[in-house]
């Protein structure tokens, strides 16, 4: 069996042994009937969660046992968390999920939820539910905290005592009626939000998942992006690496009468099994990593194990119910079988939004950032249905959770409802996950449900936790096995026998045996091509035509609603434009061509941007598409990765380019990462514009003149547009909107705050730094690709190429006026785009004169120069080549910054000091 060849044989021993000790029932009693007098989780249902339990199970031992000859890359396992098997049960299979790595039994429950075979519940409930049978407890008047929030179960996590649970869910009397000013004010108005005690809906009789409907996208059904930038449903195995159709054996029954949930079983388990084993074949990472994720299980892969995917699930669920109220099934359409029949997204408007982190994720900055402003939304009386999974083992790998702090934690955040359970039992686990479930899917507000579990087999495969845990502690552990505890139930229930149980644990121990093995033989990815062809696309003619496309809709059908939207005088006919305004009616088109872009960020609504660089905006659309946020980074981003994933367009706005370090992980870890992970079967468009580089006069500082941008550069598929001229703002932001709506792009549009407002260029008043903003009939023809530079020539143009970009392009010209009064020729080369590099450009243009002065603002290590450069070397390039840029130093405060930032008699230097070689 699979145990004789695993590392953890104690574990799979104990475990046998204890099955085969459980005492036959008295008597058999009907599976459909309730496992537990009080409960709604019948003998049928409990069975299938320990089907699921057990697949997961042997899943952790084949990753021990594949590890065990160098085939296997992943052995962080679900041993102990099995019981979050019964809070997938409680849930719908359309609730898009994003689940912690210890999520083995959630996921192959899900599978069978979305194949139809997990059983339904007793007295024939329909896909609404059934009602609990266990009547309502009474909450006492002082059980409720001052956000409203209700502990929710007789069990505690860890020792600490719950008090009274309230199983209808309704808002307590005594609860706030949510004030709301600022920013929440603008949003709530935007969503039209009921404010105040009346809110609470009536109290309903409690209601838990039943026959639950299939997704929209059929199960086991392959997700790929086509030439459009859809997704396409049922596309061959060669264009996803799914597998589906290899063949492979189809399970024997296992004597349930479900022989088709122990398919549903198997088919979860090969996908987790090519996880571990890096095949191509792996049905949503394709062998670039092992994820839970799958489109038609509506699971969406995060590749965090410290809570950095909460962001995106608080976005998520604000996304979510912002899309209900708009009457449209969220995420992003999908065509079928490859063909013209297109369904609506697959998540219905009543989902919820599942998201599972450990107990240790609970101390780290992106969980803080998610729970407060989940409750800070929920404060502001806007709604997001966004159930958080706590699942407490009490330990990060080696560090403990001091006992009682995850729920102390947990229970004081306002704004979040708190629920608890020991979840190892699965009852208690269904029942109040259903509770927990049914309140947020109810009020569409925020909860906790806290899990206890335990933690078996160590951290993963290489940990040797016999170095900080005692022989007691794991025995006691062992004891609350989820799989034993399962197993007793269905045994005194009089479902099963001990030996039943024990010879389904031995043939899935088989199954998943025989799948790995199968596995095995399958090809890993083989080339540079194979791995990084799932990041975000770049099909330049397709966002061309996406351009001209939108250019003639603004000039025909869409010719009036565009000159009300811009109070009968449209931009082109305004005069010349700074960079600022130029942005801004760029805003306005893309919203008026998109209706599912919304703008969002500190001060961009009622304000206008600290700059005006978004003023009008909400005026014109709307406060539900121009909102402001709290003043967190981490969770602007997350808000943005939310929404695109749910299939729309966020433009957020990051105030300050040194803000954007503290919430970098979200572009670096979670933005870029989607596509790449998921295959491309999920994406989150998203253009983040953020205001830096320095050289703001009389102002800043470090913060407000923040010249570093090597931390963006190296993210993978990230896409960096820096504007310096109005003329090439609203272009590029064109482009970049195209990219991110029609491949699903990530871009990060960098605008130059000290060229926001600038008129001139060589003397005041010349206006040379102004420019009009093309008509729609000129958008095509001033289409900005991705990658491509420009240049000007100033003189013969024939003796020195200076490359440069944003405020740089403005002071190589002015340099460049001054060496033209010398005799010099000068090329200047605005690269515009920093990530990808205009390469082919910056080699032609450097071959043109044979001498390259780099004029990068950014610092000297690690700054876009040294990209320049590499690429020339790379290239060949033989000719001179000379560097100016900013010194390795923060930005000082008011004229000491001249000291470390590049100048325009630096630039004229160091071309003379190139022309005298």
């Known amino acids: 069996m699979l145990s004789d060849v695993t590392t953890p044989q104690d574990l799979d021993d104990r475990l046998r042994e204890a099955l085969a000790a459980l005492a036959g029932p008295a008597e058999r009693r009907d599976p459909d009937a309730p496992l537990v007098a009080g409960t709604a989780l019948t003998g049928a249902q409990a069975l299938a969660l320990f089907d699921a339990q057990v697949t997961s199970r042997q899943l952790d031992l084949a990753g021990r046992w594949l590890r065990g000859f160098g085939e296997g890359f992943y052995t962080i396992g679900s041993a102990g968390h099995e019981g979050n098997a019964a809070v997938a049960a409680a849930l719908r299979p359309t609730d898009p999920a994003l689940l ?6 959630f996921y192959c429950l899900r599978a069978a939820q979305a194949a139809g075979t997990f059983p339904a519940a007793s007295g024939g409930a329909d896909d609404e539910g059934t009602e609990e049978t266990a009547p309502p407890t009474p909450v006492p008047p002082d059980a409720s905290d001052v956000d409203g929030s209700v502990p929710s179960a007789a069990h505690d996590p860890h020792g600490s005592v719950p008090e009274a649970l309230d199983p209808s869910g309704s808002v307590p009397p005594d609860a706030p009626a949510h004030p709301s000013t600022g920013a929440g004010e603008s949003v709530r108005e935007a969503l039209v939000v009921p404010v105040g005690r009346e809110e609470a809906p009536v109290r309903e009789p409690l209601r838990v998942p039943a026959a639950v409907t299939a997704p929209s996208v059929p199960v086991g059904a392959g997700v790929a992006v086509d030439a459009t930038g859809e997704a396409v449903v049922g596309v061959p195995a060669a264009a996803t690496g799914d597998a589906r159709q290899d063949g492979a054996d189809a399970p024997s029954a296992g004597g349930d009468g479900h022989p088709e949930a122990e398919d549903a079983f198997t088919e979860a388990a090969r996908d987790v099994l090519r996880g571990m084993v890096a095949s191509a074949r792996e049905p949503i990472a394709g062998g670039r990593h092992k994820v839970f994720g799958r489109a038609d299980l509506a699971v969406i892969p995060t590749t965090s194990t410290i809570a ?41 408007p009543d989902a919820i939004v599942v998201c599972s982190f450990g107990d240790a994720s609970v101390n780290h900055a992106s969980a803080t950032a998610a729970f407060n402003t989940a409750g800070w939304y929920d404060h502001t009386g806007l709604r997001i249905p966004v159930l958080f999974v706590c699942e407490d083992n009490g330990l990060g790998i080696s560090v403990r959770s001091p006992r009682g702090w995850v729920a102390a934690t947990l229970r004081a955040r306002p704004g979040i409802r708190y629920f608890a359970v020991d979840g190892c039992d699965p009852v208690e686990t269904y029942r109040v996950a259903g509770e927990a479930a049914e309140w947020v899917r109810r ?68 199954q998943v045996r025989r799948v790995a093995e199968e596995v095995l033989e399958e090809p890993k990815l083989a080339s540079p091509a194979e791995v990084v062809a799932a990041l975000a696309p770049r099909r330049p003619a397709r966002i061309a035509r996406a351009v001209a496309e939108a250019a003639a809709r603004a000039a025909g059908p869409d010719a009036a609603a565009r000159v009300e939207a811009f109070g009968g005088k449209p931009p082109e006919l305004a005069g010349p434009l700074t960079l600022a305004q130029s942005v801004n009616a760029a805003l306005a088109d893309g919203m008026l061509d998109h209706p599912q872009l919304v703008v969002f960020g500190e001060d961009v609504a009622a304000k206008g941007g600290v700059y005006g660089v978004t003023k009008g905006l909400r005026d014109r659309f709307g406060a539900a598409r121009v909102f402001d946020t709290l003043l967190d980074e981490t969770s602007i981003l997350g808000l943005g990765l939310g929404a695109g994933t749910a299939g729309m367009l966020p433009v957020p706005e990051i105030q300050y380019l040194a803000y954007l370090h503290n919430a970098e ?34 102002f800043g500082g470090h913060f407000h003149n923040d010249n570093s941008v090597a931390v963006l550069r190296d993210v ?24 991110a709506a029609g491949e699903g792009s990530v871009c990060v549009f960098l605008e130059p705050i000290a060229l926001y407002h600038t008129r001139d260029l060589y003397a005041e008043g010349d206006g040379e730094w102004l420019a009009e903003y093309a008509e729609p009939g000129g958008w095509a023809a001033g289409h900005v690709p991705i990658g491509r530079a420009r240049v000007y020539g100033v003189g013969s143009a024939e003796d020195v190429t200076i490359i440069t970009f944003g405020n740089g392009v403005r002071m190589s010209l002015r340099a460049a006026a001054v060496l033209a009064d010398e ?12 990530a990808p590099l205009p390469v082919a450009d910056i080699i032609r243009e450097a071959s043109a004169t044979g001498r390259v002065l780099v004029v990068d603002e950014t610092r000297r290590s690690g700054g876009v120069g040294e990209g320049v450069i590499a690429a020339l070397v790379d290239a060949g390039y033989v000719g001179a080549a ?35 070689r």
């Open 443 to 510: 009020h569409r507000r925020p909860a906790v449900l806290h899990l206890s579990t335990v933690r078996l087999m160590g951290h993963a495969g290489a940990d040797a936790e016999t170095a900080y845990r005692g022989t007691a502690e794991l025995t006691a552990d062992a004891e609350r096995d989820p799989l034993l505890v399962t197993a007793r139930l269905l045994v005194s229930a009089g479902v099963a026998t001990g030996e039943e149980l024990l010879a389904r644990y031995s043939r899935r121990g088989w």
């Open 308 to 348: 950095s995917h909460l962001p995106r699930a608080v976005g998520l669920g604000l996304a979510l119910e912002r899309l209900r109220r708009g009457g449209r099934r969220i995420g992003p359409p999908v065509r079928i079988d490859g063909g013209d029949r297109t369904a609506e997204g697959p998540w219905p």
């Open 716 to 739: 993978p598929g990230l896409v960096i547009a820096v504007p310096a001229r109005p003329d090439d703002a609203a272009p590029m932001l064109r482009t970049c909107l195209a990219a």
């Open 823 to 834: 005799g010099v020729g000068t090329r200047v080369v605005d690269l515009r785009w920093l």
């Open 665 to 698: 992980d979200q572009l670096r870890g979670e933005a870029a990462t989607m596509q790449f992970f998921s295959s491309g079967a999920f994406r989150n468009p998203m253009v983040v514009r953020v205001a830096g580089l320095a050289y703001q006069e009389g």
């Open 100 to 105: 912690h790595y210890r999520s083995g039994a």
């Open 882 to 916: 000379r560097r100016v840029a900013g010194i390795d130093s923060f930005v000082p405060l008011g004229p000491a910054a001249r000291q470390v930032l590049v100048s325009e008699e630096a630039i004229t230097q160091g071309a003379r000091t190139l022309l005298a």
